[in-house]
Nanobody, 121 residues
Framework: QVQLVESGGGLVQPGGSLRLSCTASGIIFSMDAIGWYRQALGKQRELVAVSTRDGSTNIADSVKGRFTISRDNAKKTVYLQMNSLKPEDTAVYYC???????????????WGQGTQVTVSS
């Protein structure tokens, strides 16, 4: 069974930092793009950051300069380092990845269960 498991969320004061991790488990032959989305209460899910297979990254303007995304293909893991957190960063953060689970097959889209990040004093 293929799944994405997130960790690292929690409660942090404004200006603080958190590091999210997302690890893909199961039989996986390769990873395509992998990244993070977030959904605040009453709002639509939005892209935060994504790392493509060739190593390039795309970071949302709202977090540029504060958040950094990195990936470790050998560990099938993506990280989101979040610095200078603001109350408006409060949301459930979801990991998303394109995974090839069949040899020679296509990439399929997978989502993690989400991890809550709350920025509050």
């Amino acid at each position: 069974q293929v799944q994405l498991v997130e960790s690292g969320g929690g409660l942090v004061q404004p200006g603080g930092s958190l590091r999210l991790s997302c690890t893909a488990s199961g039989i996986i032959f390769s990873m395509d793009a992998i990244g993070w989305y977030r959904q605040a209460l009453g709002k639509q899910r939005e892209l935060v950051a994504v790392s493509t297979r060739d190593g390039s990254t795309n970071i949302a303007d709202s977090v540029k300069g504060r958040f950094t995304i990195s990936r470790d293909n050998a560990k099938k893991t993506v990280y989101l380092q979040m610095n200078s957190l603001k109350p408006e960063d409060t949301a459930v953060y979801y990991c998303n990845a394109g995974l090839r689970t069949i040899w020679g097959g296509p990439y399929s889209d997978y989502w993690g269960q989400g991890t809550q990040v709350t920025v509050s004093s």
